[in-house]
């Protein structure tokens, strides 16, 4: 496609109205566009970039669906449903992959048989050395102790994934998308509409969902403050696939079962973080999350390490980077990759909660996911969200 067809360069009305607008092309914005437009609403989209290049085309392509806790799960679980509903609808790659998680010592093997006790029967299968060898195509189990499938878990291709999408919802009826387009100034409009200035004119919507990622200082800062939010750098890498290795789940490792709150439950929780500490301590000084997936196209997706600041700065350590596939190439027996590419990701950040919903006036709902999970749990908080907004004045018909 013409990167000038989408409607984002087509004029806008003096005033266009709208029953749904949202502020935000990443996956959080996409999902509550297009659950609304499913349910018969109509909905406009404004993204200041003129394609996606964010958080979401930044990351592993993983819904991390079975090692969520709590309410995540919950709603993970059903962001699972829409995912693979929008995958038919709008034609993007998505699998139902599962999770590899790699235990290399008996206790992150011990706490692996606790997650799969805790589960019900089917959804975390334990694994043993040679099963787990033969998922990442190795040749032998050496360095391997056992592991844990987390059935549950998707994987889609970060790449192409919300730019599809995008372009399906601007080709639905009663849904417009519009790229290079900029909220400049957000108010109260006629008749209980919000009013949204912005570069290409102004919006009228019943409602409007604010989804800017880590930028919601820029346009509240009162509300970030108040929760906190900073931004998390990682670092990544793309490579080849050594010797054309095909690796269908999603691979996690020790650093990954510190990270998810459905494995640090477990009773050997604290046992493992002494260990990793004890043993490879400059992991957690990176605070890594040592993992891969590969896309469609073959290419290995790795990474990552978190650090946290209001403003990150755009250097990449690449002792950093060293430490992370060095710790990749050990769970796959190879000594080393060959690196295609290297960038930073960054994402909201909090201790305050793993994501923001706040009612900016009664019309405007502003939204943040602060937590690595936003592919994770997209469709399950903007259906959430989308339940919880003021019944419209005219009934719409509902397709859900």
Known sequence: MNIFDMKSEAPVAPVASTDVLVVGAGIIGLAHA????????????????????????????HACITAQHGDLYDMAQVAR??????????????????????????????????????????????????EVSAKLGRENAAGIRGGAFLADDLRVDPRTTVGTLAT?????????????????????????????ETSRGAFEADHVFICVGHDVDHLFPAIAAEHRIIRCALQMAAAHAPDSTTI??????????????????????????????????????????????????????????????????PFLDESTTGKLLQTAAQVLDVESFTITERWQGIYASSKVAPFLVREVTE??????????????????????????????RQTATTNL
């Open 168 to 196: 399906w919802l601007n080709g639905q009826e009663g849904a417009a998308v519009h790229f290079n387009t900029t909220a400049q100034s957000f108010g109260d409009g006629t008749e209980r509409k919000a009013r949204i």
């Open 248 to 313: 269908i789940p999603a691979v996690l490792t020790a650093t990954s079962m510190l990270r998810y709150d459905a494995f640090t439950h477990m009773p050997s929780a604290k046992e493992l973080r002494a260990e990793v500490e004890t043993n490879r301590p400059e992991l957690l000084k990176i605070d890594a999350n040592v993992m891969f997936t590969q896309r469609p196209n073959g290419t290995l997706l790795l990474g990552d390490s978190h650090s946290y600041d209001l403003t990150q700065d």
């Open 34 to 61: 297009a659950l609304a437009q499913q349910a018969g609403l109509s909905v406009t989209v404004i993204e200041r970039d003129h394609r996606a290049v964010g958080a979401s085309i930044r990351n592993f392509g």
């Open 81 to 130: 449903r829409h995912w693979l509903d929008f995958a038919a609808k709008a034609g993007f790659w998505a699998i139902e992959s599962g999770a590899l998680v790699v235990a290399a010592t008996e206790t992150e093997f011990q706490l692996l048989r606790e997650f799969s006790a805790s589960r019900p029967e089917g959804q975390v299968l334990v694994l043993g050395a040679e």
């Open 363 to 392: 019309a405007i709902t502003l939204v943040s996911v602060t937590s690595g999970i936003g592919m994770t749990i997209s469709f399950g908080l903007a259906e959430a969200n989308l339940a919880a907004r003021p019944a419209p």
